[in-house]
């Protein structure tokens, strides 16, 4: 059955370095996104991306974030310059029409 | 109050109880789904519920919609402690789902 990979399981990385965090979407799917969990918190949108541009943001994606889909399959999430409060877990998502299939999530934990 | 906030936060049963737990949003939707996520880890989608819906199965689940009360009920039947979890809901707009806080499920053997 296909599913969304995502790349690291876990980044470590520290306050003020930029990380890219990697997704592969499920190959014929559509719609592509971006979703975040604070530890002990609710699930919140960031981004959504289609025909290779992003259809629609969060306040949370301040310019410090930014997306792309580079070769067709991957999807990354880059955050700039890290601060303490991106430490979270960070979904991808691809769907084709509803229903969204969501990534195991990468763990950023930024020190 | 936000958008798809669920109820109870927190829901201790023993095994073989039904668990319901409820959800509510606030403007008008396409459709519901509900996901599962086992602690620190992804999220699975259990069931789609669309606007235009009452209710619908699957296997133990039912989940109910109720578009005039803007709300909506996951019930696990026959609960089992591999159901212990917490549960979202997640309405969608457009394209994009705004979630709920959650419910923690713990069934206790």
């Known amino acids: 059955e296909p599913e969304v990979t995502q790349t690291p399981s876990h980044q470590v990385t520290q306050m003020g370095q930029e990380v890219i965090l990697r997704c592969v979407p499920i190959?014929?799917?559509?719609?592509f996104y971006w979703y975040r969990q604070i530890l002990g918190q609710k699930v919140e949108f960031l981004v959504s991306?289609?025909?290779?541009?992003?259809?629609?943001k969060s306040e949370i994606f301040d310019d410090q974030f930014s997306v792309e889909r580079p070769d067709g399959s991957n999807f990354t999430l880059k955050i700039r310059s890290t601060k303490l409060e991106d430490s979270a877990m960070y979904f991808c998502?691809?769907?084709?029409?509803?229903?969204?299939?969501f990534g195991p999530g990468t763990r950023l934990t930024v020190l | 109050s936000q958008q798809g906030e669920e109820d109870p936060q927190a829901l201790s049963i023993q095994e073989g109880e039904n668990a319901t737990m409820n959800c509510s949003y606030k403007?008008?939707?396409?459709?519901l789904q509900w996901y599962r996520q086992n602690s620190g880890r992804g999220l699975v989608h259990l069931i789609l519920?669309?606007?235009?819906?009452r209710e619908k199965h699957s296997g133990r689940l039912r989940v109910t919609l109720d578009t005039s009360k803007k709300s909506s009920s996951l019930l696990i039947t026959a609960s089992r402690a591999a159901d212990t979890a917490s549960y979202f809901c997640?309405?969608?707009?457009?394209?994009?789902?705004?979630f709920g806080p959650g419910t923690r499920l713990s069934v206790l053997p």
């Open positions: 998502a691809s769907s084709l029409l509803n229903e969204q299939f």
């Open positions: 190959s014929n799917h559509l719609y």
């Open positions: 991306f289609y025909n290779n541009e992003i259809s629609e």
């Open positions: 403007t008008s939707i396409n459709n």
């Open positions: 519920i669309r606007s235009n819906e």
């Open positions: 997640a309405s969608e707009y457009g394209q994009n789902f705004v």
